[in-house]
């Protein structure tokens, strides 16, 4: 579960994030604040699960943010605040209670107390969602959970059967406050494979595992302009709404923390992971066909980053070819699987295609037309990425400037088994090589604000994507941990900074500690001496 720190005394609020072992509790401190305004901005973003919070702070006092936040959330979301105050006052605590807070705790409190005062409010976090899980409100939402003419008309809108008309008047008479310029964007949700050795769910359990992550993402996006749709590729379809005048960044962002909770809280109630697709951007109404499909493609991409985890959509570096339309079912099944490098599924297309094409071609004008057909299909996909399409298919490319050269049905089978095979590993190349520059552009930062407390959660803001995703991308492309390298890369610049004659002051402040003893701390630690020991 993740934890946002409220504290304005800075020794105080690093020694509550850094000194108390959250990590081994499952815990993830995902946010630091100095006070009320900033603790509410930062909870908009993060949606924490459990919130630390100070009573009295500069600009907005713990209360008024307490009492701030249940307005916000409408007693929807689930989260529990524990009180730390240093005023042993009973109207204060009274009003806390009020507002549902879980525990109020005076200061100085120990380490040990504040840990389990959290996992006490973790524990009963998760009491709140096992009885919502069984409470009778699941089995009415069973019969109707989402209302069917408005799933059909998405359905059937993200299949790209209607214009731009005809979607405004069919929302309008399904009362969805849809306009013209409204901004869009999607997320599919997805079961992970239950492991072979867990035999608590059997192959009729699930449609009920199913329905159960819909029913969650209606009761936990229901404050979030979301609509929460069945989906015949996946378990969940969510198609989201800004708000009048929102940043499109700040939109795609809020998606990435609403859907990263939301598979969080599925975790908590099944026991079983989920993995989601989102889209690479807000698009307008007409466009929300494209980004189902930017979806469908992110959520592919789990079998690269593994499970349990929420997946934008990045684009390859591409051409300025215009975009082509795929409408067919099984063009569309080769190119995205072309464009994710699932050199299985693409064979399996280009098998399809084969036989509608070549099994029962009667002439040699068919057969070239089929040749023709399938080189078209090959080309399209690599002019869209912006490739050298002789780099790509290398010595087949003469197969492409002249057909004739194809003389019989098993040379042409083979040529489009080398195709897709050449396609897919070149595919993989490209997409090694964008994973390696947004990894070389986060390092980039760290390395020009390393006098600065740089965070994972921080560097994804900047990025516009979801933490658990920079995460997983970070540590497969550098074989280590976010924070392990942060941590590594100002440790060396400590050292240099004190062997060339620096004070241990300075050293702390070019690396962005502006507590000098916990400087020293964390500086014993890692070298196993002390700062003053390193002399030029």
Known sequence: MNLIIVEDEPRLRNSLAYNIPWEDHGIEV?????????????????????????????????????????????????????????????????????????????????????????????????????????????????????????????????????????????????????????????????????????????????????????????????????????????????????????????????????????????????????????????????????????????????????????????????????????????EKMLEIALETADEAKATEAVEGLWQELFASTGTSQQFQEGVLYMNSLFIRIMVKQGWSIREVIGEDWAFLQNIHLLNTKSQTRSWLARAVRRITDYMKGQRKSNSHQIVQKIASIIEQEINQDITLHTVADRLYVNSSYLSRLFKQEMGMAFSAYVLEQKMERAKRILQDGQKVYDAARQTGYRDVSYFTKVFRKYWGVNPGEFKP
Not at 65 to 78: N, S
Not at 261 to 273: D, F, G, N, Q, V
Not at 297 to 308: C, M, N
């Open 30 to 330: 995902v946010g630091l604040a100095a006070n009320g305004v900033e603790a509410l901005q930062l909870a908009e973003r993060k949606m924490p699960d459990l919130m630390l919070i100070d009573v009295q702070m500069p600009e907005m006092d713990g209360l008024t943010l307490i009492a701030r936040l249940k307005e916000k959330q409408g007693g929807k979301r689930f989260m529990k605040m524990i009180i730390l105050s240093g005023h042993d006052n009973f109207d204060f605590a009274q009003q806390a209670m009020e507002h549902g807070v879980s525990r109020y705790l005076l200061k100085p409190a120990g380490e040990e107390v504040i840990l389990k005062a959290v996992l006490d409010a973790r524990d009963g976090l998760r009491e709140d969602l096992e009885q919502w899980k069984v409470k009778a409100e699941l089995e009415r939402k069973w019969r109707d959970h989402v209302p069917s003419l408005q799933n059909y008309f998405i359905l059937n809108w993200v299949s790209g059967k209607y214009g731009e008309r005809e979607i405004l008047n069919r929302s309008s008479e399904l009362y969805m406050g849809l306009e013209k310029d409204t901004q869009l964007a999607t997320a599919v949700i997805d079961l992970d494979p239950v492991p072979e050795h867990d035999v608590r769910f059997g192959p009729h359990d699930r449609e009920l595992l199913r329905f159960t992550i819909r029913c969650l993402a209606g009761e936990l996006l229901s404050q979030s302009s979301c609509w929460v749709c069945t989906d015949p590729g996946s378990d969940v379809l969510l198609v989201f709404w800004a708000e009048p005048e929102q940043n499109p960044k700040e939109f795609m962002l809020h998606i990435n923390a609403s859907v990263v909770k939301l598979l969080s809280h599925a975790k908590e109630i099944l026991k079983l992971t989920a993995s989601a697709g989102i889209c690479g951007r807000a698009g307008r109404i007409e466009e929300l066909p494209q980004l189902y499909s930017e979806a469908c493609r992110a959520l592919q991409e789990r079998v690269v980053y593994g499970p349990d985890i929420a997946i934008p959509y990045r684009e390859v570096e591409r051409g300025d070819s215009p975009e082509i339309s795929v409408q067919q079912h099984l």
